[in-house]
């Protein structure tokens, strides 16, 4: 059944910020109410736009405002913007997680039930437009000073090999003093492993983990020893083979907790599919697609808060909509991890807030078939990577990947306007120094993939979440044939943690989201989610009338010619694939531009030859761009590449 659309968003054409100078230089306008006149009277003159671009602000209705942490644009045009929870304990405690699906093109938008919370998981684009989404949230951080009940890790053990076991949430786990303890999540433990034969039979007893907490509140019930646990209710030979171990109970700071629970969005019936759990938990996974259709995932806090260790990566086979076990490699959660022509991942160093500062943080090319890492070597300031933005070169042909900006590990106040290049083309691959972000140390800074072959970068912050009122409100477009920035309209609104910008169809670019701590230099006054919506229109856009596009196939095979429609083909310079973007804390391993060759062009046609391989263009759905000359695009039309 269609669905009908439930409201409408009113846009408000805003003024961007912008030093009124010459030079077009970017800084606060603030010079009293004829200054602000003047300055929206700058920014709207028809010159400016055609150098700098033009911001514009949507504000929904209150009622579909929601805090926008995922943002992916689907093969329909529209976006699904996840927020779950939306960090927001008291959404989480009432069980209020929130989806909507907005169609930028119509102003159309409604809310998508929610049936887990996904604030925090990961996702990625499916062959076929689906999106599927991992992991999320299980429990919310309780810092030090707020834990009230004794908890920790308690591994549940199997020792039957015939039977596995199912045990609810609220199972209490039972010391030898009496103290109890229960679990705060369903667990299921496989059936013992069972090998040999008379004397020689060996049982291996099975093992899941579970967080739990005391009954009761209080440090009676913490515990620093090593401690076996029996079941309470169970008896006879249940009870020997079922127990728990825990290292220990303590009233130390807990983190955040992930979810096995896995579903697709699907884009036709516009909702949630359940698919079946990972194996592991996940909070802050990365979710990357490979040549063969199949999804990598790896890295995020577990059930019980502990980062996962490089021996719990899975596979996702959208075929069976099952989980197996991948290749062996740790990292540090939301790792950026992008495939590679060769195949191989490549992990560029940027990731995002959890994972011990000596651990994973080293760039390299990762062999899923000979389960290899090779260190690239040469990114300056390998110690500011996190919160960092990366981003496939466009086009995607020439295998170079670039970090920009980033800060130091955890709350660190440290930042750096470092960008480098990686080019996986040579047989070493190294980085080599790119130009600094004109805004200087940037943390949570959005980088967009333009149809011009630029990359679009806005926002961000000097500090940690914006802390001492340390929004950037600044942007610039990277020129990777000049190896340089240009200057940018200014953005009004300012984004640093859990904010999104991704690419539209008509060549524009929307951004969202923002989780400052504070909203005063001083830091003592809590802010809110950013909820307002800016569009950014790029400078091509106007710069007269644009080619069009009039006709391309809905699928076309990889290594394929086709034919699309324009009536100027003589106009057209260049011709494109981007896959559009799905992106949480500026990580966005799925928007990439491959290059197509323009093969002939005939009577109002063109002949576009697609790449043969897969791993250069994944399968799945992608923009069709054309450009001309002048690097003006057209609108895209929507095409699925197939094996």
Same mark, same amino acid.
């Given at each position: 059944?269609?669905?009908?659309?439930?409201?409408?968003?009113?846009?408000?054409? &805003?003024?961007?910020?912008?030093?009124?100078?010459?030079?077009?230089?970017?800084?606060?306008?603030?010079?009293?109410?004829?200054?602000?006149?003047?300055?929206?009277?700058?920014?709207?003159?028809?010159?400016?736009?055609?150098?700098?671009?033009?911001?514009?602000?949507?504000?929904?209705?209150?009622?579909?405002?929601?805090?926008?942490?995922?943002?992916?644009?689907?093969?329909?045009?529209?976006?699904?913007?996840?927020?779950?929870?939306?960090?927001?304990?008291?959404?989480?405690?009432?069980?209020?997680?929130?989806?909507?699906?907005?169609?930028?093109?119509?102003?159309? +938008?409604?809310?998508?039930?929610?049936?887990?919370?996904?604030?925090?998981?990961?996702?990625?684009?499916?062959?076929?437009?689906?999106?599927?989404?991992?992991?999320?949230?299980?429990?919310?951080?309780?810092? #030090?000073?707020?834990?009230?009940?004794?908890?920790?890790?308690?591994?549940?053990?199997? %020792?039957?090999? #015939?039977?596995?076991?199912?045990?609810?949430?609220?199972?209490?786990?039972?010391?030898?003093?009496?103290?109890? +303890?229960?679990?705060?999540?369903?667990?299921?433990?496989?059936?013992?492993?069972?090998?040999?034969?008379?004397?020689?039979?060996?049982?291996?007893?099975?093992?899941?983990?579970?967080?739990?907490?005391?009954?009761?509140?209080?440090?009676?019930?913490?515990?620093? @020893?090593?401690?076996?646990?029996?079941?309470?209710?169970?008896?006879?030979?249940?009870?020997?083979?079922?127990?728990?171990?825990?290292?220990?109970?303590?009233?130390?700071?807990?983190?955040?907790?992930?979810?096995?629970?896995?579903?697709?969005?699907?884009?036709?019936?516009?909702?949630?599919?359940?698919?079946?759990?990972?194996?592991?938990?996940?909070?802050?996974?990365?979710?990357?697609?490979?040549?063969?259709?199949?999804?990598?995932?790896?890295?995020?806090?577990?059930?019980?808060?502990?980062?996962?260790?490089?021996?719990?990566?899975?596979?996702?086979?959208?075929?069976?909509?099952?989980?197996?076990?991948?290749?062996?490699?740790?990292?540090?959660? +939301?790792?950026?991890?992008?495939?590679?022509?060769?195949?191989?991942?490549?992990?560029?160093?940027?990731?995002?807030?959890?994972?011990?500062?000596?651990?994973?943080?080293?760039?390299?090319?990762?062999?899923?078939?000979?389960?290899?890492?090779?260190?690239?070597?040469?990114?300056?300031?390998?110690?500011?990577?996190?919160?960092?933005?990366?981003?496939?070169?466009?086009?995607?042909?020439?295998?170079?990947?670039?970090?920009?900006?980033?800060?130091?590990?955890? %709350?660190?106040?440290?930042?750096?306007?470092?960008?480098?290049?990686?080019? &996986? @083309?040579?047989?070493? =691959?190294?980085?080599?120094?790119?130009?600094?972000?004109?805004?200087?140390?940037?943390?949570?800074?959005?980088?967009?993939?333009?149809?011009?072959?630029?990359?679009?970068?806005?926002?961000?912050?000097?500090?940690?979440?914006?802390?001492?009122?340390?929004?950037?409100?600044?942007?610039?477009?990277?020129?990777?044939?000049?190896?340089?920035?240009?200057?940018?309209?200014?953005?009004?609104?300012?984004?640093?943690?859990?904010?999104?910008?991704?690419?539209?169809?008509?060549?524009?670019?929307?951004?969202?989201?923002?989780?400052?701590?504070?909203?005063?230099?001083?830091?003592?006054?809590?802010?809110?989610?950013?909820?307002?919506?800016?569009?950014?229109?790029? =400078?091509?856009?106007?710069?007269?009338?644009?080619?069009?596009?009039?006709?391309?196939?809905?699928?076309?095979?990889?290594? @394929?010619?086709?034919?699309?429609?324009?009536?100027?083909?003589?106009?057209?310079?260049?011709?494109?694939?981007?896959?559009? @973007?799905?992106?949480?804390?500026?990580?966005?391993?799925?928007?990439?531009?491959?290059?197509? #060759?323009?093969?002939?062009?005939?009577?109002?046609?063109?002949? &576009?030859?697609?790449?043969?391989?897969?791993?250069?263009?994944?399968?799945?759905?992608?923009?069709?761009?054309?450009?001309?000359?002048?690097?003006?695009?057209?609108?895209?039309?929507?095409?699925?590449?197939? %094996?």
């Amino acid at each position: 059944m269609k669905i009908r659309n439930a409201g409408r968003t009113r846009r408000f054409a &805003l003024g961007s910020t912008v030093v009124l100078t010459v030079a077009g230089m970017n800084a606060p306008a603030v010079l009293g109410f004829a200054g602000s006149q003047y300055h929206r009277y700058v920014i709207n003159r028809p010159a400016y736009k055609a150098e700098y671009g033009h911001w514009q602000t949507v504000e929904l209705p209150a009622e579909f405002r929601i805090n926008a942490v995922h943002a992916t644009l689907l093969r329909t045009g529209k976006i699904l913007i996840i927020a779950g929870s939306g960090n927001d304990q008291r959404s989480f405690d009432a069980g209020s997680f929130k989806s909507l699906l907005w169609d930028p093109a119509r102003n159309t +938008y409604r809310l998508i039930p929610t049936p887990a919370d996904m604030f925090c998981g990961g996702h990625t684009a499916l062959p076929d437009g689906r999106l599927l989404v991992a992991g999320g949230t299980l429990r919310y951080e309780a810092l #030090d000073g707020a834990v009230r009940k004794a908890a920790g890790a308690m591994r549940v053990r199997n %020792e039957n090999p #015939d039977t596995g076991r199912t045990l609810p949430r609220g199972t209490v786990f039972t010391a030898p003093d009496g103290r109890e +303890y229960r679990s705060t999540a369903e667990v299921t433990v496989p059936a013992a492993v069972k090998s040999g034969s008379g004397a020689a039979t060996k049982v291996t007893a099975a093992e899941q983990q579970v967080f739990v907490e005391a009954g009761e509140p209080g440090a009676a019930y913490v515990n620093g @020893s090593s401690t076996q646990y029996a079941i309470k209710g169970l008896s006879g030979a249940d009870a020997r083979n079922l127990y728990g171990m825990a290292e220990r109970m303590t009233l130390e700071k807990q983190d955040f907790q992930g979810i096995r629970s896995a579903f697709e969005f699907n884009p036709d019936t516009e909702q949630y599919e359940r698919v079946g759990d990972m194996a592991y938990a996940r909070w802050y996974p990365t979710l990357t697609g490979l040549g063969d259709g199949r999804v990598i995932t790896v890295s995020g806090l577990d059930d019980t808060g502990r980062i996962l260790g490089g021996q719990d990566n899975e596979i996702y086979d959208p075929v069976a909509r099952t989980w197996s076990k991948a290749p062996d490699q740790y990292f540090p959660t +939301y790792p950026s991890l992008f495939l590679t022509a060769s195949g191989k991942l490549f992990y560029s160093g940027s990731n995002a807030g959890y994972g011990p500062a000596d651990q994973g943080r080293r760039p390299g090319l990762w062999d899923l078939a000979a389960n290899s890492f090779r260190p690239v070597e040469g990114l300056r300031d390998p110690d500011l990577t996190e919160t960092s933005s990366s981003v496939l070169l466009p086009p995607a042909q020439t295998q170079k990947v670039m970090v920009l900006g980033g800060g130091g590990v955890g %709350e660190s106040p440290r930042s750096t306007a470092r960008t480098d290049i990686a080019d &996986l @083309s040579a047989p070493d =691959p190294a980085f080599t120094p790119g130009p600094d972000l004109p805004a200087g140390g940037t943390r949570y800074l959005n980088s967009v993939i333009l149809p011009d072959d630029t990359v679009f970068t806005t926002g961000g912050s000097a500090d940690y979440r914006g802390k001492h009122s340390s929004d950037l409100l600044k942007a610039q477009v990277y020129h990777p044939d000049t190896n340089a920035f240009t200057t940018a309209a200014a953005p009004a609104v300012g984004r640093d943690y859990h904010s999104e910008a991704l690419l539209l169809p008509d060549g524009r670019v929307v951004v969202l989201g923002s989780n400052p701590l504070f909203a005063d230099r001083a830091d003592t006054r809590p802010a809110d989610f950013e909820q307002r919506i800016e569009i950014y229109t790029p =400078p091509y856009l106007f710069h007269g009338d644009r080619p069009e596009l009039t006709g391309a196939p809905a699928a076309a095979k990889l290594g @394929s010619t086709i034919s699309a429609a324009t009536p100027a083909p003589e106009r057209i310079a260049t011709a494109k694939l981007i896959r559009p @973007s799905s992106v949480t804390h500026a990580t966005d391993v799925e928007q990439r531009s491959v290059a197509l #060759d323009i093969a002939g062009r005939g009577a109002g046609t063109l002949s &576009l030859t697609l790449p043969a391989n897969h791993d250069l263009l994944p399968p799945g759905w992608y923009m069709l761009f054309v450009t001309d000359t002048a690097g003006t695009p057209s609108v895209a039309s929507w095409v699925q590449v197939t %094996e």
